[in-house]
């Protein structure tokens, strides 16, 4: 490029176009996403107003990390004053995995990693943290692989539901070999059938040092350890409402290769075929950026590459370019030849990359609703068309009258409850 260091024309425009209307989602993530309260602290009567229950024509939301303000002692002494529910609490069914070798190999990992990292090196809590993951794991309001439930939240650095998945701790500690053993033997057992009948159907739980705001709002059924365990109040804590089946293909978790053969093999090789394929692409002539940006990519991706190949292809397309961009539709779509693109286009977009070095941007995004093991800040944000109708023609109307303003609460008003998970799911 004859100006290395500055962004091209069109690749700041696509860049704009896609990032701030059809694939970046921070506005959602900051709205669902209530921070840490830190300035105040909640009295425990706060903590102790119930949220609503919810019905079984609606699934449960799954809320981020927010805590109640209290030190740890406070914390556990409010605690130890929730009674437990004397509600019966049978045990799940067991459950036994069905997929392939290879998703089997990756779901132990997952639920070895979720299980030591959130229990520690002590085999009840890990059994415990096991029969929880397995609970997400049929119920309608998680995401229906192993890896899916342990790792759901883990792109943002707050919201996900096992706290080791997004505050790095992958990465600042390395299990000893014979915990990690131990910890995938727990795993295996749960895979087959095993059940922790204490917890029942428990789908949350936290240490008894914090409280979160979901806390009030579900039942507590069990102490492991310095854990206690939690199901949803009403229809969704009864064993009917886990009546989903997980699915097949479990996702690759980069964060997990150091540990695990199982995602290391399969990150490589998924590596290897996006790039593979992409430079097969160049040199063949099917792939080449648009004649008037050659900093930007419109391509069809390759029949047979797996979602988390796609980040490969594109770089590979983008080789060494400091402004890159890289918009993708899956086979049969018909293929845009040129930007800016229309609604319809961006919303049939499959995956796109984005790459601008100057400013430090560096974003891979899927389209979730064909990609459904894409979650979160990995989703492309949908686009809502708005039609406005013509303005009606004007006729006479009586004069308002004023009304007096309301006091007080405003009827019909739902307070927002800022709930969330410690150290859960």
């Known amino acids: 490029m004859s100006e290395p260091d500055r962004p091209r024309g069109g690749i700041r425009a696509a860049l704009f176009a896609i990032a701030g209307t059809a694939s970046v989602v921070p506005a959602l993530l900051v709205a669902n996403a209530p921070a840490i309260p830190q300035a105040r602290r909640a009295s425990p009567e706060r903590a102790a107003r119930p949220a609503r229950v919810v019905p079984p024509a609606e699934i449960p939301p799954v809320e981020p990390v927010a805590f109640i303000d209290m030190t740890p002692d406070e914390a556990r002494a409010y605690n130890d004053g929730v009674p437990f529910s004397t509600d019966p609490n049978p045990a ?230 400091k402004h890159c961009a890289v918009m993708s539709w899956r086979a049969g779509v018909r293929l845009p030849q040129s930007v800016p693109l229309t609604n319809a286009q961006m919303e049939s977009m499959a995956f796109s990359y984005l790459r601008d070095t100057a400013s430090g941007l560096q974003r891979t995004l899927w389209n979730c609703t064909l990609y459904t093991n894409a979650r979160g800040a990995r989703c492309m944000k949908r686009q809502t068309l708005t039609v406005t109708p013509p303005a009606p023609t004007p006729s006479p109307t009586p004069q308002a009258v004023a009304t007096p303003a309301p006091t007080g609460e405003l009827a019909g008003v739902r307070r927002a409850s800022g709930t969330g998970e410690a150290r859960q799911p």
């Open 92 to 321: 799940a069914r067991p459950f036994v995995f069905q997929g392939t070798a290879e998703d089997r190999a990756r779901a132990l990992d997952c639920l070895a990693a979720g299980v030591l990292y959130e229990a520690g090196d002590d085999a009840r809590g890990e059994q415990a943290v096991a029969q929880v993951v397995l609970n997400r794991l049929r119920h309608p309001a998680f995401p229906k692989t192993v890896c899916g439930v342990v790792f759901e939240g883990q792109e943002r650095a707050t919201g996900c539901q096992f706290t080791f998945s997004c505050d790095r701790a992958l990465t600042r500690w390395q299990p000893p070999e014979a915990a990690w053993t131990r910890a995938r033997e727990i795993a295996a057992m749960a895979l087959n059938g095993k059940v922790f009948r204490a917890v029942g159907h428990a789908t949350h739980y936290h240490t008894d040092w914090v409280v979160p705001y979901w806390q009030a709002s579900l039942d507590k059924v069990a102490r492991v350890g310095s854990h206690l365990f939690f199901r949803w109040s009403g229809w969704w804590g009864t064993p009917p409402a886990f009546n989903r089946h997980p699915v097949s293909g479990e996702p690759v978790i980069v964060q997990l290769a150091p540990i695990s053969p199982a995602h290391r093999a399969a990150a490589a090789a998924t590596d290897e075929a996006g790039a593979a394929l992409a430079e097969a692409a160049v040199a063949t002539g099917a792939t080449a950026p648009l004649a008037s940006d050659a900093d930007m990519f419109l391509v069809t991706l390759p029949p047979g590459l797996v979602p988390e190949g796609f980040p490969a292809y594109a770089l590979k397309l983008c080789g060494e370019r």
